[in-house]
């Protein structure tokens, strides 16, 4: 069996519910226009968590997938078919509780939630694994040196240039496959030279102070992007307030590889029922990213834009305990799926994954 390091999944749980958390903050229909700067400030902070957790996956994902030679077609299926179960399971409860929310393309695009790339991020994931052995194979033939180079400049280009120069070649979202591949790409150069980010030489504090100053000027670029809008320098748009925390700013690439680094930095340890939990993340992201949530859930049940002029602890608060509450929720749920068809699913998988590997043989001899 592999051994999955309990450090590592805590941080996986630490980035769904940042995650999580982004999306209650962005999905609620906050009246921004009239209220305070420093208001404003403190509510679009939780976005920039959401964004964190996104590189941390990929970087996990690149720093591991490194050491792999082979197509992981088994894990691959499995992502697919859980993404397929819920996205189906969901849309299903849509149409028969709340009928109205979901239109007939929208329908559709659940159907067939991974060629419609309905939820990005588990159809960039399933891409990437599917394309690793080569990407790995590309990456393990470099120098460091050369590796190191193709990163620099793929910075600049994906990220300084798209965030700074507005250069639309480089996509107009950082929730594309290139951006994913780059963190990935990150992660797996940290991977195979380990030994410059995990040694005896390591300082917390130089890697701390880097990950607090990055988070420092996200908050400030809120407050800038804010202090512009009041003044009428810049049309009022709430996606312009997060303008420096989206997919494509530096910063949270840098903050995401500095909380990565830090974590590879403290003692490795197994627990049962963290890396039990961790298992769940996944599904989580799947399900709390259904329309049913981003529609429904968040803006209506959840409503935290009831607090927004109330005290901005209350405000964090209650955006806090009901990102918890959906992390237990969909956790539970998804402990209770594998458990009663964790040998269908087994059974599924195996079949579905040795007509392929079948297919693999005849083509990619």
Request: charged fraction near 10%; hydrophobic fraction near 55%.
């Amino acid at each position: 069996m592999e051994y999955r390091d309990s450090k590592i999944e805590v941080l996986r749980i630490v980035s769904i519910f940042l995650i999580i958390l982004g999306h209650i903050a962005i999905e609620t229909k906050w009246n921004f226009f009239n209220m305070t700067i420093p208001r404003v400030v403190s509510i679009e902070t939780m976005w920039i968590g959401a964004k964190l957790g996104v590189n941390i996956f990929f970087l996990i994902t690149g720093y591991f997938l490194i050491s792999k030679n082979s197509f992981r077609i088994t894990a691959t299926i499995k992502i697919w078919l859980t993404t397929i179960f819920y996205s189906w399971i969901l849309t299903i409860f849509s149409i028969i509780f709340l009928p109205n929310i979901l239109n007939v393309e929208q329908i559709i695009q659940f159907i067939f939630p991974v060629f419609f790339g309905t939820y990005w991020f588990i159809t960039v994931y399933i891409v990437l694994m599917l394309l690793s052995p080569f990407i790995n194979k590309f990456l393990k033939n470099l120098s460091q040196s050369e590796f190191l180079w193709i990163l620099i400049v793929g910075f600049i280009y994906l990220f300084v240039c798209s965030t700074f120069f507005k250069n639309l070649s480089t996509g107009t979202s950082g929730d594309i496959f290139i951006t994913s591949l780059y963190v990935y790409m990150l992660g797996s150069y940290i991977g195979l030279y380990k030994s410059n980010f995990i040694n005896k030489k390591y300082k917390l504090s130089k890697h701390l102070s880097i990950f607090i100053l990055m988070i420092l000027l996200m908050i400030c670029s809120v407050a800038v992007m804010s202090l512009l809008i009041k003044h009428h320098l810049v049309s009022y748009d709430s996606k312009r307030l997060i303008y420096f925390i989206g997919g494509n700013s530096p910063f949270e690439v840098i903050a995401s590889m500095e909380l990565f680094i830090i974590t590879l930095n403290k003692n490795s340890f197994y627990n049962s029922f963290i890396n039990k939990i961790s298992n769940t993340v996944l599904s989580v992201y799947i399900m709390h990213t259904h329309y049913l949530f981003s529609i429904f859930i968040i803006p209506t049940i959840i409503n935290a834009k009831k607090f927004q002029y109330s005290n901005i602890l209350v405000i964090y608060l209650y955006c806090f305990l009901w990102t918890a509450c959906i992390l237990i929720l969909l956790v539970i749920i998804d402990l209770i799926r594998q458990y009663f068809l964790n040998n269908i699913e087994i059974k599924v998988i195996n079949n579905v994954s040795n007509k392929l590997k079948s297919i693999k043989k005849k083509f990619l001899i």
